[in-house]
C-alpha cells in the first residue's frame, strides 16, 4: 500500500514504548565466533534467558537458562561432553533439554520427567539466530536473506550495537533519515527528502534524497572531489523485525535486531561496502581496511545514534505521560507495523489459551487508536 510522503504533524502516544515483541520470527543471539566449544554463553532474548553452548558436533544450542529442579541458572554449570550439567546438584541435560541423568539418583530407577525448554536455533552469515517463539513454526520462515554475503564485489563490515533503549526507539533511528544533522560534523547526508513511502504486511518500505559532500564522499565514491554536492537515493527496508538499507550501488546494510528487554536492544549489522580495487590489493589491504572503516568511520555515526537513543529512552522513563509529535509518515507507519507484530501474536495466543493470555489481548486491543491513522 503506497503512503502520502506528505511531513505533517501527528500527536503519537506511547503505546509504542511499551509493546513486546512477536517471537515467531528468528532473532539473533551474536556472532558464531562468541559461542566457543566448550563455553556456556548467556543471552537475553526479550525478558526470555538462554543457556547457549556448541555441542561435540559444532552445532549451537539453545535451552531455558533455569534448571526444572530449583530453577538455578543453567549458564553457570559446565558441559560434558553434549551434555549441559546444572551447577547446583549436577543433574545433566542434553542439547533438548532432557534430563538424561541425576547423579545420586537410583540407576535401576526410572528418571522424573525433568526437562529444560529448547529453543530452534541456525547459524548463517557468521550469525547465531533463535527462534523464541513456538517452536513448530520456525521452519515456515527463515533469517533475512543477504545476498551480497561471500561476494567479493563487495567489502563485509561486521557492526555490532548495543543501545540502552526499547527495540522500536532503535527501530525508529534506523528507518529515520531526516536525522543527518546529528550527523553534520562527521560530514554525513543533509537535505533528505521522503521519494516514496509504502506499507504492507510487516513490512515498510521507504525512500529518501539525500546530498553529499566532503572527503567522507569521495572516499566512499559518492562524489568525485569533495567540494561536489551530490545527491544519491537511501531505499530502507524495514520487515519485521529487521532493516535492510542501501545507497545506490555504493553500500548497504543489514540490520539484525536483538530486543533484550524494555530498555535494551542489541543490533548486529553486516555493512557492505563496494571496493573499487583490484581483488588482489584487496585481499592484501582487507583486515586494516575493515578496521578503519568500523572504528574510524561507522562506530563514529552509531555513537552519536546511541547517545541520542538512550536519551529518548531517559526521557520516556521519566515521564511515561509526556506526548510527543511525529512529523515522519515512514515513522509512523513503522509503529504501526510494530504494534499490529505484536497484536497479532497477542491474538495467536488468545486463541490457543484464551484464559492466560485474555487480559494482555484485550488491553493491546484498546491500544491501536492512541497511534492515530
Known sequence: MKLATQLTGQSVQNYIRETGINPNHWYPLGWSHYFKPGKIVPVMVWQQPLAVFRDS?????????????????????KLD???????????????????VE?????????????????????????????????????????????????????????????????????????????????HEDLQGWFDPVLLDLQRGDGLVKADYQVSYKGQMAKFLGIAETADE???RVISVRYRYPHYYSSLEGVS????????VSPTETRSFALFFLKIRLPQWLLSVIKKPLVFFVERVLFQRFLDQDVGMMESEQLNYLRNR???????????LALQRTIVKQYEHYLQSETEEKPSEVEPSRQEAESEPSRIHN
Open 252 to 259: 548497504s546494510i543489514h540490520l539484525m535486531r536483538l530486543p
Open 102 to 182: 541425576i547423579p545420586y539418583y537410583p540407576p535401576e530407577q526410572k528418571l522424573p520427567c525433568a526437562k529444560a525448554r529448547s529453543y530452534p536455533v541456525r547459524e548463517q552469515y557468521g550469525i547465531v539466530w533463535v527462534f523464541p517463539g513456538d517452536p513448530t513454526l520456525a521452519d515456515a520462515c527463515a533469517p533475512p536473506e543477504v545476498p551480497e554475503y561471500e561476494n567479493d564485489d563487495w567489502l563485509l563490515i561486521p557492526v555490532t550495537g548495543h543501545f540502552g533503549a526499547h527495540f522500536s526507539i532503535a527501530n525508529e533511528n534506523a528507518m529515520d533519515v531526516f536525522h543527518g544533522f546529528l
Open 229 to 231: 554536492v551530490t545527491s
Open 81 to 99: 561432553g553434549d551434555n549441559l550439567l546444572c551447577p547446583y546438584h549436577g543433574w545433566k541435560f542434553n542439547g533438548d533439554g532432557d534430563c
Open 321 to 331: 505521560k509526556r506526548r510527543y509529535i511525529e512529523v515522519n509518515p515512514a515513522i
Open 57 to 77: 558436533a559444532g552445532n549451537v544450542r539453545a535451552l531455558e537458562d533455569a534448571c526444572p529442579h530449583k530453577g538455578v541458572e543453567l549458564h553457570k554449570g
